[in-house]
Every structure is written in C-alpha cells, then in structure tokens.
C-alpha cells in the first residue's frame, strides 16, 4: 500500500523545537519533490518547504525562513521537518507530500500524507 505517515507533532511552547518526520511507503522517494505544507484553522493549506531529488537548494516560505530545515534520507524512505523557535502562528496541521516538480503549490503535489498536529501554546 502506498502512503506518507507523518509524526512527530504535538504541544510545544513558544520558542521551543519539534521535528517531524514523514515515512513514504509505496513510492520511490529518489523520483521525488518533497515539501511539507501546513494549514491553520480556518485559512488555506500553504506551502512551507520542499526539496528537490536533484542538486537545487531548498525552498522556504518567508515565514519560516531561517526557523525551519528540510532534509530528506532516500535510503530510509524518510523526510524530515526540523522546527526551532516555533511561534504560536506556526500552529496547525502539518502535511508532507510528494511531486514531480519544485513548488510551494499544493496543487502541484500528487500524494499526500493525513497530517500532523502542530499547536504552538503557552
């Protein structure tokens, strides 16, 4: 069966760490863009990072910029989501997906993952 687990989610203070991961099934990951996309409540699923299977240097949103790192292991079939200093606004559902192409568009991601927790609260 093919699908993306996510985990690593949960409560976290203001300024503290998490880092999730996203264990593909399924899919040869090498083939693959990755990107992890949040979505709060009530807005819009946004895109926050990916990384390409080739040598072209990571995307971030602006929001996350410098707060957050994606990596990928091919050969462990897992991408990660390294989060320091986490803000309240980071707080939503957390979802990694996979696409042929780099993009912060979640329409252009095929397979999806069901999603992570992420509340960021004092």
């Known amino acids: 069966q093919s699908q993306l687990v996510e985990s690593g989610g949960g409560l976290v203070q203001p300024g503290g760490s998490l880092r999730l991961s996203c264990v593909v099934t399924g899919y040869t990951l090498d083939y693959y863009v990755v990107g992890w996309f949040r979505q709060a409540p009530g807005k819009e699923r946004e895109g926050i990072s990916c990384?390409?299977?080739?040598?072209?240097?990571?995307a971030y949103a602006d929001s996350v910029k410098g707060r957050f790192t994606i990596s990928r292991d091919n050969a462990k079939k897992t991408v990660y989501l390294q989060m320091n200093n986490l803000k309240a606004e980071d707080t939503g559902i957390y979802y990694c997906a996979l696409a042929w192409d780099p993009s912060l568009t979640p329409d252009d991601y095929s397979y999806w993952g069901q999603g992570t927790q992420v509340t960021v609260s004092s």
């Open positions: 990384l390409s299977n080739r040598d072209i240097p990571a």
